[in-house]
């Protein structure tokens, strides 16, 4: 089978909420979203989708994955989408790093892969564990009384993980986690996200100061070692996130024992290739993950559900379905949280078809 054509949509997704908001005063009201079609001469086409969580927050911003795609499609016409990791290396001779523009094109490879096989991606990931699998629900950053407001509606959508958005000033964090545990039920988790915002002094103040509650700490400084000083005076579950990119700093922090659990992200890792050989090492190494990716919409969602849904379950500490966040839908097919748990679907490939007619025409196109 050959790679013949590659095309990308630019797609907006607004929030539901009307605006997402993390550490630094970051904010997002309307996700710029690219997906991808590899068309091949079987007949088959698989669809992929990239959305970085804004310019400002990993390496990786909307216009640079189709800049990208343009600079990459060309080395991947005549290739074989089946033989992924071939292609994955062809791809990183082809164009060094940004493995955010290699994510979309991996995952539309895996999804011809899936239709050809006539099987579902999670079933080529690995295998299907369990019947669904359960879900964060990020609470954007507010005045700590109006984010443990929000506890009480997502638990009635079935969330029974909240990952609680801090990284502001230190004083004001504490009152949140304070606000946000109080709301919390027997069975419930909690995560403090800080998405790198504290300088190591507030973060050693925050987790000091709540040391009586059960919190998970997420990411709280920019850097790795940043992190790792905090976590050496932390006696809370630790989550590495945003410094976690590539197996190499996965094995150095499993020998540092610098994290309980990490964040594979897909985008960061460069698609379900490289994302499912770092949830393969974790698990492993004993390390308990949260699967997800930058953020998207349902194709993204459906990529991270065969992702989630191949990880033996007590290795998935939790997942999450963008798809639920936004008001456009992008894909038929995509899973759909139901008691706020999520399933990959049965059919082959990821089991999406793309909505030609929200997608619009295409902004890149590429043949041999
Ligand atoms: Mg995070």
């Keep these: 089978m050959k790679i013949t054509r590659i095309l990308a949509w630019r797609v907006d997704l607004p929030l539901r909420e009307g605006s997402y908001k993390w550490s630094g005063g970051k904010s997002v009201s309307v996700f710029d979203s690219t997906v991808v079609a590899v068309e091949t001469d079987a ?70 892969l899936g239709q050809a096989a006539g099987l579902p991606v999670c079933v080529l990931l690995g295998g299907r564990y369990g019947d669904n699998f359960g879900l964060y629900r990020a609470i954007s950053q507010e005045a700590p009384e109006a984010m443990a407001a929000r506890v009480a509606g997502y638990r009635a ?33 909690l995560i403090a996200d800080a998405n790198t915002g504290w300088l190591m002094h507030d973060a050693l103040r925050v987790v000091a100061a709540v040391r009586d509650i059960d919190v998970y700490i997420e ?15 932390c006696d809370h579950p630790f989550v590495l996130d945003e410094c976690i990119d590539a197996l190499e700093v996965l094995l150095r922090g499993h020998a540092d024992r610098a994290m309980d659990v990490v964040n594979i992200k897909i985008s960061k890792f460069g698609g379900l290739t490289k994302a499912r050989q770092a949830r393969d090492l974790c698990v492993a190494l004993g390390v308990v993950m949260t699967i997800e990716d930058s953020w998207g919409g349902d194709i993204v969602t459906a990529a991270i559900a065969h992702l989630a849904h191949s990880t033996p379950s007590e290795f998935l500490f939790t997942t999450t379905d963008f798809n639920s966040y936004v008001t456009v839908s992008i894909a038929e097919g995509a899973p759909q949280r139901v008691n706020g748990r999520l399933a990959a679907s049965p059919r082959p490939g990821l089991g999406i078809k793309p909505k030609m007619d929200v997608l619009g025409a295409p902004v890149v196109e590429v043949t041999g």
């Excluded at 990411?219 to 905090?230: A, D, F, I, N, S």
């Design 43 to 112: 007949g088959l086409t698989g669809y992929g989708e990239v959305c970085p969580l804004g310019p400002f927050y990993l390496p990786a911003y909307a216009a640079g994955a189709r800049a990208g795609m343009i600079e990459l499609a060309p080395h991947l016409i005549g290739e074989d989408p089946t033989q992924l990791a071939r292609l994955n290396r062809t791809m990183d001779a082809a164009l060094q790093g940004h493995a955010y523009v290699k994510s979309a094109i991996d995952i539309a490879c895996w999804d011809i």
């Design 157 to 189: 959508e079935g969330y029974r993980r909240f990952q609680l958005k801090v990284g502001g000033d230190p004083a004001v964090d504490v009152a949140r986690i304070r606000a946000v545990a109080a709301e919390l039920e027997p069975g419930d988790r």
């Design 219 to 233: 990411q709280p400084c920019r850097t790795y070692e940043e992190c790792l000083t905090v976590r050496r005076h």
